[in-house]
């Protein structure tokens, strides 16, 4: 079934980066990610719903590692259970295009070339203000006490209404970083391997090798890239 290039979302597992060459050889750095047959494990409908939306899982596991309910849901799509489900809302004339316990694969993206990749970004632990808000510290020439890499004064800021010695909200300060959801948009598909199950995208990838992302066709391009598009 030849699926609409808006409704093509597929999950697929980040392996890594390496460099391809093209016709002139010219290198180009590219992440490659893996693609095992994604199921369409529900279809959400309006009537029964409320909402228009498919969901897709992906990653085999061991029955004795998943849970009952889990098990009985992946059967109606007559698979084993799945480790990984995501769903996608879409408008109810593309969720019709899909059927339970459909087969997905790379194919799916046969004539696009861009893709936006969503995957959850590397955590760093708790970090400093220089660190995570690219702050640049403190003068380090005499006079300053040894606090070079401090955010500096945050106590005489007012608070969104205008009075009081509250913080802002939002106030840039040290604190947990990275482990966000991310979206990277508009990536070229380099190349797209069928046989292997593998795209290869123009540049970075959130999260670490390994970590799984969902791929859907890009949803908005910029000028440069909606002239080749």
Do not use: C
């Not at 690219?134 to 004064?153: D, I, T, Y």
């Not at 799984?212 to 949803?219: C, G, K, L, M, T």
């Amino acid at each position: 079934m030849t699926l609409p290039s808006k409704s093509a979302h597929l999950l697929g597992q980040k392996i890594g980066m390496t460099r391809v060459y093209d016709e002139q050889g010219v290198s180009i750095p590219v992440t490659v990610i893996k693609f095992e047959p994604n199921r369409v494990t529900q279809v959400r409908t309006p009537e029964v719903d409320g909402y228009s939306a498919v969901q897709i899982g992906a990653d085999s596991m061991k029955a004795r590692n998943s849970t009952m309910p889990l098990i009985g849901h992946d059967a109606k799509a007559g698979s084993g259970p799945l480790r990984i489900h995501r769903e996608f809302r879409m408008s109810e004339k593309d969720a019709a295009s899909f059927e339970l316990g459909q087969e997905l694969t790379v194919e799916v993206f046969e004539g696009v070339k861009f893709v936006d990749v969503i995957g959850t970004s590397k955590g760093k632990g708790f970090q400093g203000g220089m660190k995570r808000h690219n702050f640049k510290g403190q003068l380090a020439s005499h006079g300053v006490e040894r606090k070079h890499r401090s955010p500096g004064s945050i106590g005489g800021h007012a608070t969104n209404r205008g009075h009081s010695g509250k913080l802002k909200k939002g106030k840039r300060m040290a604190g947990h970083m990275g482990a966000e959801r991310v979206t990277v948009r508009s990536l070229d598909i380099v190349r797209l391997d069928k046989e292997n199950g593998l795209i290869l995208v123009k540049g970075p990838v959130p999260g670490p090798n390994k970590g799984w992302v969902e791929v859907r066709p890009a949803i908005r391009l910029n000028r440069s890239k909606s002239k080749r598009g």
